[in-house]
C-alpha cells in the first residue's frame, strides 16, 4: 500500500476515537459553561492542568520508548511486559502515596476544602497511565479498530455519566419522576464539578477492565537489563514531555498566581472557554500524533524516507491552514458553543493565536522525526525545556499587564520558537528537504485572506470565497505535474 495513504487511513481511524472523542468532550463544553459558573469551570481546569503534568511523570517517556524497542528487538513480547510491569508499579505506589497525602496536597495547591479531589484523580491518573501502554501495544501492532472501540468506550462513558450526573438527577428531583426516590440516595447537589470527576474515574476503571486481555494476553516476563537501556532512551523523553506540558498547561496555573483573587479562577474558565474553541486545530494534530509517531518508525529504512516525511509535513501544513482559516471566517458561528456568561469580546484576539500557536506545535511534531530517528532523544529534552522556559517567562512578562490574552501570545512565542529551533537542528543531524518556501506560502497566506476578512468585514459568502480561494490555490500547486516525455 502506498505509505501516504496508510498513514491516511490509520489517521482516519485513529482519528475515530480521538476526533469524535473530542468533539463529543468539546459539546460538554456548552453543558458545563452553561450549568457552571465561571468560577468553578475555573477550578476544575486548574486541576486538570495539574493532571497534565502527573500523567506524563507516571508515563515517563515509556511508550515512545515501547515503540522502539519493539522495532529493534526481536522478542516483542518481552519488550511489552517489562514496560507494563514497570508502570504498573510506579503508579500503584503513587496512586498509594497520594491518596494518603490528598489533605497535604489539597492545601498545597489550594484545594483544602476538597481532598477528596486529589483521590479522584490520583487514581484517574494512575489507571490511565497503566492504560496508555496497552493503547501503545494496539498501536505498534496496527490494531486501530481495537484501539478505537475502547477509546470511545471509555468516551461514550466519561459523557453518558457528565449528562446522567449534571442534568438528569436534578430534572429527575425537580419533576418527581419514578427514578428520583433512587437518584435521591446516590446524588448530592452539592457534589457539583466533583461529578465531572466521578464520571472521569468510573471510565478509566471500565477501560482497565477492558484491556485486560492485552495487558496479560501477551504477558512474558521482566527484563531488567533492557529496562535500564529503555529508562535511558525515555529519561529525555519524559523531560521533553514535563516541558511541553508546561508549555500546553502551565499558563492556566500561572494565572491562577499572577491574576488578583478575586478574579483569577474566573478569568481562568473564560480563557479555558476560549481555548476549547481552538478544538478543531488540537483534534487533528493529536490524531496526527497517535497515527504518524509508528508511521514514521515504521518508513525508517524505506527507499526515500526522507522525502515522505517532507511530503507529510507540506501536506499536514495545508489541512492545519483550512483549520485556522476555516474557525477563524466562521467565528461568529463557534462561539456560540461556549455560553454567554463566558462569551467576552477578547476572545477574537485571543482564539486566533490559540489556532496559530497549535499549528506550529504540530509543526513540531513532525519536525521531531529528526531527534527519534537519529537516537539523539536528549535534543527532544532540550528543546522542549528551551520551550518551558519560554513560556514562563513570557507568561510572567505578559500576563500582569495583558491577562490571559498575554498567555495566549506567551503560547504562540514558545511554540513558534521551538519549531524554528528544531528545524535548525534537523537541518545539522539528520536532513529532510522540507519546502520550507512552500510550506511558508500556504502559512502566510491563510493569515493574509484571515486578516483581510477582519479589516473588509462582509459577511459569511466571502468569507466562504476567502477559504475556497486557499483550497484552490493548494488544489492548484499541489497537482502533480505530467512527465514529458520526449522521444529518442
Same mark, same amino acid.
Request: hydrophobic letters at 50%; aromatic letters at 18%.
Given at each position: 500500500?502506498?505509505?501516504?495513504?496508510?498513514?491516511? %487511513?490509520?489517521?482516519?481511524?485513529?482519528?475515530?476515537?480521538?476526533?469524535?472523542?473530542?468533539?463529543?468532550? $468539546?459539546?460538554?463544553?456548552?453543558?458545563?459553561?452553561?450549568?457552571?459558573?465561571?468560577?468553578?469551570?475555573?477550578?476544575?481546569?486548574?486541576?486538570?492542568?495539574?493532571?497534565?503534568?502527573?500523567?506524563?511523570?507516571?508515563?515517563? %517517556?515509556?511508550?515512545?520508548?515501547?515503540?522502539?524497542?519493539?522495532?529493534?528487538?526481536?522478542?516483542?513480547?518481552?519488550?511489552?511486559?517489562?514496560?507494563?510491569?514497570?508502570?504498573? +508499579?510506579?503508579?500503584?505506589?503513587?496512586? $498509594?502515596?497520594?491518596?494518603?497525602?490528598?489533605?497535604?496536597?489539597?492545601?498545597?495547591?489550594?484545594?483544602?476544602?476538597?481532598?477528596?479531589?486529589?483521590?479522584?484523580?490520583?487514581?484517574?491518573?494512575?489507571?490511565?497511565?497503566?492504560?496508555? #501502554?496497552?493503547? +501503545?501495544?494496539?498501536?505498534?501492532?496496527?490494531?486501530?479498530?481495537?484501539?478505537?472501540?475502547?477509546?470511545?468506550?471509555?468516551?461514550?462513558?466519561?459523557?453518558?455519566?457528565?449528562?446522567?450526573?449534571?442534568?438528569?438527577?436534578?430534572?429527575?428531583?425537580?419533576?418527581?419522576?419514578?427514578?428520583?426516590?433512587?437518584?435521591?440516595?446516590?446524588?448530592?447537589?452539592? #457534589?457539583?464539578?466533583?461529578? *465531572?470527576?466521578?464520571?472521569?474515574?468510573?471510565?478509566?476503571?471500565?477501560?482497565?477492565?477492558l484491556l485486560l486481555p492485552e495487558m496479560f494476553g501477551n504477558f512474558k516476563s521482566f527484563d531488567k537489563l533492557l529496562w535500564k537501556k529503555m529508562l535511558v532512551y525515555a529519561s529525555p523523553l519524559m523531560i521533553a514531555g514535563l516541558a511541553g506540558i508546561a508549555n500546553e498547561t502551565i499558563d492556566r496555573i500561572i494565572l491562577q498566581y499572577l491574576l488578583p483573587s478575586d478574579i483569577a479562577t474566573s478569568?481562568?474558565?473564560?480563557?479555558?472557554?476560549?481555548?476549547?474553541?481552538?478544538?478543531?486545530?488540537?483534534?487533528?494534530?493529536?490524531?496526527?500524533?497517535?497515527? +504518524?509517531?509508528?508511521?514514521?518508525?515504521?518508513?525508517?529504512?524505506?527507499?526515500?524516507?526522507?522525502?515522505?516525511?517532507?511530503?507529510?509535513?507540506?501536506?499536514?501544513?495545508?489541512?492545519?491552514?483550512?483549520?485556522?482559516?476555516?474557525?477563524?471566517?466562521?467565528?461568529?458561528?463557534?462561539?456560540?458553543?461556549?455560553?454567554?456568561?463566558?462569551?467576552?469580546?477578547?476572545?477574537?484576539?485571543?482564539?486566533? *493565536?490559540?489556532?496559530?500557536?497549535?499549528?506550529?506545535? %504540530?509543526?513540531?511534531?513532525?519536525?521531531?522525526?529528526?531527534?527519534?530517528?537519529?537516537?539523539?532523544?536528549?535534543?527532544?529534552?532540550?528543546?522542549?525545556?528551551?520551550?518551558?522556559?519560554?513560556?514562563?517567562?513570557?507568561?510572567?512578562? $505578559?500576563?500582569?499587564?495583558?491577562?490571559?490574552?498575554? +498567555?495566549?501570545?506567551?503560547?504562540? *512565542?514558545?511554540?513558534?520558537?521551538?519549531?524554528?529551533?528544531?528545524?535548525?537542528?534537523?537541518?545539522?543531524?539528520?536532513?529532510?528537504?522540507?519546502?520550507?518556501?512552500?510550506?511558508?506560502?500556504?502559512?502566510?497566506?491563510?493569515?493574509?485572506?484571515?486578516?483581510?476578512?477582519?479589516?473588509?468585514?462582509?459577511?459569511?459568502?466571502?468569507?466562504?470565497?476567502?477559504?475556497?480561494?486557499?483550497? %484552490?490555490?493548494?488544489?492548484?500547486?499541489?497537482?502533480?505535474?505530467?512527465?514529458? #516525455?520526449?522521444?529518442?
Amino acid at each position: 500500500m502506498n505509505p501516504l495513504k496508510k498513514l491516511l %487511513g490509520q489517521t482516519a481511524i485513529y482519528g475515530l476515537s480521538s476526533i469524535v472523542g473530542r468533539l463529543l468532550n $468539546f459539546l460538554l463544553v456548552p453543558l458545563y459553561t452553561r450549568y457552571f459558573t465561571t468560577v468553578e469551570y475555573g477550578e476544575t481546569t486548574i486541576l486538570y492542568a495539574y493532571v497534565a503534568f502527573f500523567v506524563v511523570i507516571l508515563t515517563y %517517556g515509556m511508550e515512545t520508548a515501547f515503540f522502539r524497542f519493539s522495532h529493534l528487538e526481536t522478542d516483542k513480547k518481552k519488550v511489552y511486559s517489562t514496560t507494563l510491569l514497570s508502570i504498573i +508499579a510506579s503508579s500503584t505506589l503513587f496512586m $498509594f502515596i497520594a491518596c494518603f497525602f490528598s489533605q497535604e496536597i489539597a492545601n498545597t495547591i489550594r484545594f483544602g476544602d476538597h481532598p477528596e479531589y486529589i483521590k479522584y484523580f490520583a487514581l484517574i491518573i494512575g489507571l490511565d497511565a497503566i492504560s496508555s #501502554i496497552s493503547f +501503545a501495544k494496539l498501536r505498534q501492532q496496527n490494531k486501530a479498530i481495537r484501539f478505537a472501540v475502547v477509546r470511545l468506550l471509555n468516551i461514550f462513558i466519561n459523557i453518558g455519566l457528565n449528562l446522567f450526573f449534571i442534568i438528569y438527577c436534578d430534572f429527575a428531583i425537580e419533576n418527581d419522576l419514578q427514578s428520583a426516590t433512587l437518584i435521591e440516595k446516590i446524588y448530592n447537589p452539592e #457534589i457539583g464539578i466533583g461529578y *465531572i470527576f466521578i464520571a472521569n474515574l468510573v471510565a478509566s476503571v471500565v477501560t482497565i477492565i477492558l484491556l485486560l486481555p492485552e495487558m496479560f494476553g501477551n504477558f512474558k516476563s521482566f527484563d531488567k537489563l533492557l529496562w535500564k537501556k529503555m529508562l535511558v532512551y525515555a529519561s529525555p523523553l519524559m523531560i521533553a514531555g514535563l516541558a511541553g506540558i508546561a508549555n500546553e498547561t502551565i499558563d492556566r496555573i500561572i494565572l491562577q498566581y499572577l491574576l488578583p483573587s478575586d478574579i483569577a479562577t474566573s478569568e481562568i474558565g473564560i480563557y479555558s472557554a476560549f481555548y476549547k474553541l481552538s478544538i478543531i486545530m488540537t483534534l487533528f494534530v493529536q490524531t496526527f500524533r497517535f497515527a +504518524a509517531e509508528p508511521f514514521f518508525f515504521a518508513q525508517e529504512k524505506e527507499k526515500n524516507s526522507k522525502e515522505l516525511y517532507a511530503r507529510v509535513l507540506k501536506y499536514f501544513t495545508i489541512v492545519t491552514s483550512i483549520i485556522f482559516l476555516g474557525s477563524m471566517l466562521y467565528f461568529d458561528i463557534i462561539k456560540n458553543f461556549i455560553g454567554s456568561e463566558f462569551q467576552d469580546p477578547r476572545g477574537k484576539l485571543v482564539v486566533p *493565536i490559540l489556532l496559530f500557536a497549535n499549528l506550529f506545535l %504540530g509543526i513540531y511534531y513532525n519536525l521531531s522525526v529528526w531527534y527519534k530517528l537519529s537516537e539523539r532523544t536528549k535534543y527532544g529534552a532540550y528543546l522542549s525545556i528551551f520551550g518551558a522556559l519560554l513560556t514562563v517567562v513570557f507568561n510572567f512578562m $505578559f500576563i500582569p499587564s495583558m491577562g490571559f490574552e498575554g +498567555a495566549a501570545w506567551a503560547t504562540l *512565542i514558545c511554540y513558534f520558537s521551538m519549531t524554528v529551533v528544531s528545524y535548525l537542528l534537523s537541518k545539522k543531524y539528520y536532513p529532510i528537504p522540507y519546502s520550507i518556501s512552500r510550506i511558508s506560502f500556504y502559512l502566510f497566506f491563510s493569515l493574509g485572506l484571515y486578516l483581510l476578512s477582519t479589516f473588509v468585514d462582509m459577511g459569511m459568502v466571502i468569507n466562504t470565497v476567502y477559504l475556497l480561494i486557499f483550497i %484552490g490555490a493548494a488544489i492548484l500547486l499541489e497537482k502533480p505535474k505530467k512527465r514529458v #516525455i520526449s522521444n529518442p
